[in-house]
């Protein structure tokens, strides 16, 4: 359970971006952020997983404060969350096979790490990462080979071989065309379903939104404007 007790965010310039947010989202949830741009929805998926401080409140992620959360427990709270972003963030030099795998590195020494050792069960699990994703055919292939479609997908496996719990995806559709837009929803609500991962997504558009969320967050000026039932949003969220 992800869950923020008055949660305001004020950047160094002064912008506000959350405004005293409180609000639960329970394991399994299909959470689906909304709002113009500005609106606050990245500063909401970063202040999470503590990509940047927050101002004011606390932050809990299964019962533990990640705000308050020092070395090695910021680091095993960190583990459970995975992260998608809009324009992928995959070492385009390497192997789709070596960016699935870095999703293992949280559960590794720093030795290990900097040595790429990885275990057979570690490969075992990306590779069932990518076939989840229907791209394990593309394990050793560059990753900046692949569309954009593709590479999202990885990004995808790469959240599914770090075992995380939770996956936090700020616009990971953006800057895919239609059809591809849809596959990757469907397999972020097929993860959702099948691996009851809880997915918290932020997009642009209310109609994917409703086609996709168990509930959506409407965000404006960092403040919570709706928050409830996809079928009971109306499109001016
Ligand atoms: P959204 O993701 O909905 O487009 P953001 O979370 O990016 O909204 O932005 C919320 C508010 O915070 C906006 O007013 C934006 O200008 C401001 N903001 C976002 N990031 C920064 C930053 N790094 N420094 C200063 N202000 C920022
Ligand atoms: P079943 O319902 O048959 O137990 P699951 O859907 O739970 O199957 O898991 C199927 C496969 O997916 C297993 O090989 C398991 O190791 C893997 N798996 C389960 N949960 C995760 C996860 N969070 N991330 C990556 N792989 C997972």
């Known amino acids: 359970m992800i869950e923020l007790r008055n949660v305001s965010k004020v950047y160094p310039n002064g912008a506000r971006g959350l405004d005293r947010i409180d609000l639960q989202i329970d394991d399994g949830e299909f959470v689906v952020i909304v709002g113009l ?36 427990e910021l680091y095993r709270i960190r583990r459970d969350i995975g992260m998608i972003f809009q324009n992928f963030n995959l070492v385009r030099r390497s192997s789709v096979m070596r960016n699935v795998l870095s999703g293992r590195v949280g559960y590794h020494s720093t030795l290990k790490m ?24 593309k394990a050793y292939i560059r990753a900046d080979q692949l569309s954009g479609g ?21 616009e990971p559709v953006a800057s895919l065309d239609p059809i591809t837009t ?11 379903q099948e691996l009851h991962i809880t ?18 967050i409407g965000l404006n000026k960092g403040k919570v404007v709706f928050d409830g039932k996809a079928a009971e949003a109306t499109d001016e969220v």
């Open 199 to 216: 997915m918290v997504v932020n997009l642009h558009s209310v109609d994917l939104a409703k086609a996709y969320a168990s509930r959506i």
């Open 114 to 137: 900097l040595l790429g050792l990885f275990s057979k069960q570690d490969k075992a699990l990306a590779m069932d990462a990518l076939k989840r994703v229907n791209i394990a055919e």
């Open 150 to 170: 593709q590479q999202q997908r990885v990004s995808i496996a790469r959240a599914l071989a770090q075992e995380a719990k939770v996956i936090l995806a700020d």
């Open 37 to 72: 741009s500005g609106a606050g929805k990245s500063t909401f998926l970063r202040s999470i997983n503590r990509l940047h401080e927050i101002s004011e409140g606390e932050i809990m992620i299964n019962g533990n404060s990640i705000t308050k959360a020092r070395g090695n």
């Open 182 to 192: 849809k596959q990757v929803m469907d397999d972020l609500l097929r993860i959702n």
